[in-house]
């Protein structure tokens, strides 16, 4: 069995990065993988010792099949930076682990998330396999079983390169959802509400944020994921030092699954849990208000 490379990007986040590591090496199949690193380019000065200490610390490296390391000689930036070593991992396999240098795992993570990978590999409705879950409570399931749902996060996460590879990340790739308040509903309905007014926001700065693109692309192709109802991931990067995450308590204190190994039992997403999943990501009323108004001038606007 060929086992899917771990893609990893870094910068700075020394000990973030070292837990990491030390968490996948672990894991029983990690003898099997190949992991690929790309260290981003400092851009600041005071960045320059840690990131020198990431690289000390990969040409050290040991307990993988095989240890890609990218020193990038200009900073990329976190989204151009995956770009290149997600490339690197499809030249060399049809599936990848992509994660962030934030992210603590389970010692079953890489199981479940080749068996996964290989599960659902042909089938269509399944976009992708994911490590992480969030804190809300799944009715009728146990804490070892696994659920598909209509929701994508990139806190661990398995993807099939003839599946990833259709979409398609351009600015104006869904803003019909955002021409018609039957199609907000739909797809608040469906993926919650966060989703179209991050869409909204990343339009309005003339960025991309891929989570976002990837989530209405598995709407508009009526797609899920595949997820652990107890998570195989610990997310420690909602502790101020993150790009894209503040300070999150209740994020930093979530534990992973108690026992060593998630059943082969699955469930299909159900009208209670895309509820939990929706209030979950429900925006505070001022920003709900304050999306509805922008979207109402912008009605008014383009008529």
């Known amino acids: 069995m060929n086992y899917a490379p771990i893609v990893i990007g870094t910068y700075n986040r020394v000990e973030h990065f070292k837990k990491c590591i030390e968490s996948l090496k672990e894991n029983e199949l990690a003898k099997f993988s190949t992991i690929i690193i790309g260290i981003d380019f400092p851009i600041r000065d005071k960045d320059i010792e840690d990131n020198h200490k990431i690289k000390e610390y990969c040409r050290n490296l040991t307990g993988f099949k095989s240890i890609i390391v990218k020193e990038w000689s200009e900073n990329l930036g976190p989204r151009k930076n995956f770009h290149k070593l997600r490339e690197i991992a499809f030249k060399l396999s049809d599936v990848v682990i992509l994660t962030e ?56 996460v398995g993807v099939w390169k ?54 209405l692309y598995m709407y508009q192709n009526n797609q899920f994921s595949v997820f652990p109802v107890k998570t195989l991931v610990e997310n420690i990067g909602n502790d101020g030092t993150g790009v894209n995450c503040s300070i999150n308590d209740n994020l930093n204190s979530q534990k992973m699954l108690a026992n060593n190994k998630t059943n082969n039992i699955y469930h299909n ?27 109402l001038s912008r009605f008014f606007y383009e008529s």
């Open 101 to 156: 240098d934030d992210n603590i795992f389970h010692p079953d993570f890489l199981s479940y998330m080749n068996f996964n990978l290989n599960k659902y590999q042909n089938d269509h409705s399944v976009f992708s396999v994911c490590g992480y879950n969030y804190p809300i409570d799944y009715k009728n399931t146990k804490s070892d079983d696994n659920i598909l749902l209509k929701a994508y996060s990139a806190w661990g």
């Open 162 to 215: 003839h599946k990833f590879c259709k979409v398609e990340f351009r600015q104006d790739q869904y803003s019909c959802y955002l021409k018609s308040p039957l199609k907000i509903l739909k797809v608040s309905r469906a993926l919650g509400d966060h989703v179209l007014y991050h869409y909204f926001q990343a339009v309005k700065k003339k960025l991309i944020y891929g989570d976002t693109w990837i989530s």
């Open 269 to 295: 997403e159900s009208i209670y849990h895309r509820k939990q999943i929706n209030t979950y990501f429900r925006l505070p009323v001022k920003t709900k208000l304050k999306f509805a108004i922008l979207l």
